[in-house]
Structures are given as structure tokens and as C-alpha cells.
């Protein structure tokens, strides 16, 4: 287990496939937000900062809306202190303190699941910070996580012990088939 880590939840997104803010979706006593709020501080996360424009809660409102997951890492990036991170969705709420523990236990500047861009574990010092604002700056598919971790020469977890953990909805039946599996 990694000490004194924090986490960024991601949640500024359209949900454009969705047709509402996935954030706010009902998830037991709370929303997707607070799940998942919920989820990184009960496995152990110093802070959480929320990426999104979340009215009533301490969040960071995207400054250039719709530049996705990086933009907003991107814009992050000098405000993320030098250590251990994990960047998170706020649409994963089935998301394990075991694959959380297995993202932090590795020692890479980058981590994540094969064939999944989130969650993602960064180790943010100068060096990543100048990697995030340079891929941030991109255009297009430039702009991404994936174009991130390939940079980072991210190191890939396997997914088979996490399919269940790494469920995520975009659409209206992912989201009903999430709810299937809670």
C-alpha cells in the first residue's frame, strides 16, 4: 500500500451518450459522485479533487469544456502536488479496494488495467507534470489517456481478476446493466 496518496475523480464530462449527467445518477443512499467519493477515501485517499464544475462541493470547473479525460488532467496538472495519484471515473462505482490496492502497489510513474485507460495511477512530479500539459496541449486523438500512458510507458495490470471492478456506463443499457450486477 502506497502512503499519502490522493485521488482525482474525474466528472466533468457531457454524458452525451448517456442523455443525463451520469454523475448525478442514483447509486443507494447517494448519487454516482458520492459514491465513488465515498469509494476513495474509504480505501485510503489523503484528498480528493473532483474534476468538473459540481455546484455546492469543492470541485474544479473544466476551463476548456470538451477536451475530455487529458484536458482535464491537463488543466489539473499544476495544481496536482508531487506524489502518488489515482485518476479515477466517476462512473465505476463496482470499482474493488483490491484492483485499487494493485494500482497502488505498483512502482511505475504510470499504471493502469490493460485495455482500460482508468482507473489510472500517476506518480506526479515535474517530469509527468510537463508529459500531461505537453500531451494536453494536443489536438484530437493526441489528446488522450492513451497518448499519456504510451509516453509514460505505463505499466498494465491484468484485467481478468477486475472485469466486474472495472464496469463503467456510458449508454442508457450500460447503465441498466450495471445496476444489474450492484
Known amino acids: 500500500m502506497t502512503p499519502g496518496w490522493r485521488a482525482v475523480l474525474l466528472a466533468g464530462g457531457r454524458s452525451s451518450r448517456m442523455g443525463t449527467d451520469k454523475a448525478m445518477l442514483p447509486w443507494g443512499d447517494g448519487t454516482l459522485l458520492t459514491r465513488m467519493h465515498d469509494v476513495l477515501r474509504a480505501a485510503g485517499a489523503d484528498g480528493v479533487i473532483i474534476s468538473g464544475h459540481r455546484p455546492g462541493i469543492d470541485s474544479v470547473p473544466d476551463v476548456l469544456p470538451g477536451t475530455g479525460p487529458m484536458g482535464a488532467l491537463a488543466q489539473l496538472a499544476p495544481r496536482l ?24 502497489a505498483t512502482r511505475s510513474a504510470c499504471a493502469c488495467v490493460e485495455d482500460h485507460m482508468l482507473p489510472m495511477v ?14 494536453g496541449g494536443r489536438s484530437g486523438r493526441e489528446c488522450s489517456l492513451r497518448a499519456l500512458q504510451q509516453s509514460l510507458r ?18 442508457p443499457e450500460d447503465w441498466a446493466a450495471l445496476q444489474a450486477l450492484a
Not at 489515482?86 to 494493485?102: E, F, K, N, T, Y
Not at 506526479?124 to 500531461?132: E, K, S, Y
Open 81 to 104: 502536488e508531487d506524489g502518488t495519484w489515482l485518476i479515477v471515473p466517476v462512473d465505476m462505482p463496482l470499482l474493488s479496494r483490491g484492483l485499487i490496492d494493485a494500482l497502488l
Open 122 to 135: 500517476l506518480r506526479i512530479d515535474d517530469r509527468v507534470r510537463a508529459v500531461m500539459a505537453d500531451i
Open 154 to 171: 505505463a505499466e498494465h495490470l491484468p484485467a481478468a481478476p477486475w472485469q466486474r471492478a472495472l464496469r463503467n456506463c456510458n449508454t
